[in-house]
């Protein structure tokens, strides 16, 4: 059943490695990021293209619904991050961050949702963090943009379950990418001691739940927000 | 313009639901609110058929989405004809930029 994926931000990091696993897995993948694709494969179609840009993001839709008639799955994984204290945050940076993680994940969703509706199945999941529910000082707009994600995703299940449209959120703690790199090792390691098991998560612990997410027997599980490591919310 | 948008939109109502099938193309006819047949669910499917509908035969995508969508007095969506004057709204919109 699921064929189409439709995926953002995946020049790299977690994004482009869901790409690659289930291109391998022969399904076809669209891809999306503001900068060149980084995969070659014949079922792979990247757009440069923000997620927060509504006319952007609404005309790609259209081309997939020419082109492939379908979306099956939505990953809502495009996203940016920023450590500073709340003193020190300049509004443009508060802007930049909502925008591209909230807003980006509002527009796909809304237009992704359009053409699912039209097959009466569709998965969407979003991606949230535990920077959420740990309350993460350094982290105050990033994880309230999160918080603003599990909120919508909760009320976008209630408004898509009618058209057969799941929507869940994957919550994962810190993985190696780009995405951490700048924060201190030092505050990375006391960061872990607050999870119940206290490693940094990887491509993998995400996929497992992405994989639950949209297996044909979770048509009963939408809503939910799935926080790895033993974080609880 | 306004009866080609007329036309389309009275196209898809049918297409949605059969209780149009019996009326009469009319800019008056009502969509959704007040006395109109679609309930939201309907809605949803007409926007997105329309959206569709109006890139097919304008080659622009518009977006249907209204902040007063559910709104009983000023909704677009509550006739044929405010339906259609919003379209035209967001037609002329683009071709400006
Ligand atoms: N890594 C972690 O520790 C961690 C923990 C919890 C949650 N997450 C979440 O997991 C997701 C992926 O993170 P990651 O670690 O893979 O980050 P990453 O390595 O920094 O990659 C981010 C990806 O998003 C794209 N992107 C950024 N802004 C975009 C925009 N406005 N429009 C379109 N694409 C955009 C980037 O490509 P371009 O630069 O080409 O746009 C890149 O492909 C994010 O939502 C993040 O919040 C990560």
Known sequence: ?233 | MKKQLGKMIFDQLVDIKDDYLDLKEEQTIPIYGMDGKLDSLELVNLIVNLEEAVYANFGINVTLADEKAFSQKSSPFLTVHSLSEYIKTLLAAVSDE
């Open chain 1, 1 to 233: 059943m699921n064929n189409i994926f439709l995926i953002s931000g995946t020049r790299k990091g977690i994004g482009r490695e869901l790409c690659l696993h289930f291109l391998s897995k022969g399904a076809t993948v669209i891809g999306c990021s503001r900068g060149e694709g980084s995969i070659q494969n014949e079922n792979y179609c990247h757009y440069s293209l923000d997620v927060s840009d509504e006319t952007a993001v609404t005309a790609m839709v259209r081309e997939i619904a020419e082109k492939f008639g379908r979306i099956d799955v939505l990953i809502n994984n495009a996203g940016i991050a920023s450590m500073n204290h709340i003193l020190l945050t300049p509004v443009s940076s508060v802007k930049k961050i909502i925008s591209t993680n909230f807003i980006g994940t509002f527009i796909m969703t809304r237009e992704a949702a359009k053409l699912m509706t039209k097959n009466k199945y569709g998965r969407i999941v979003n991606m949230a963090t535990v920077a959420t529910p740990l309350r993460l000082m350094g982290e105050a707009i990033y994880a309230s943009s999160k918080a603003a994600i599990v909120n919508f995703t909760e009320i976008a299940s209630k408004e898509l379950a009618e058209f057969n449209i799941t929507v869940n959120a994957v919550g994962p703690t810190p993985v190696k990418t780009d995405l951490i790199k700048n924060v201190p090792k030092a505050k990375m390691e006391s960061l872990l001691q607050l999870q119940a098991i206290h490693r940094y998560g990887t491509f993998k612990d995400i996929l497992n739940c992405i994989e639950f997410f949209i297996a044909p027997g979770s048509d009963f599980i939408t809503g939910q927000t799935l926080y790895l490591g033993g974080v609880n919310p």
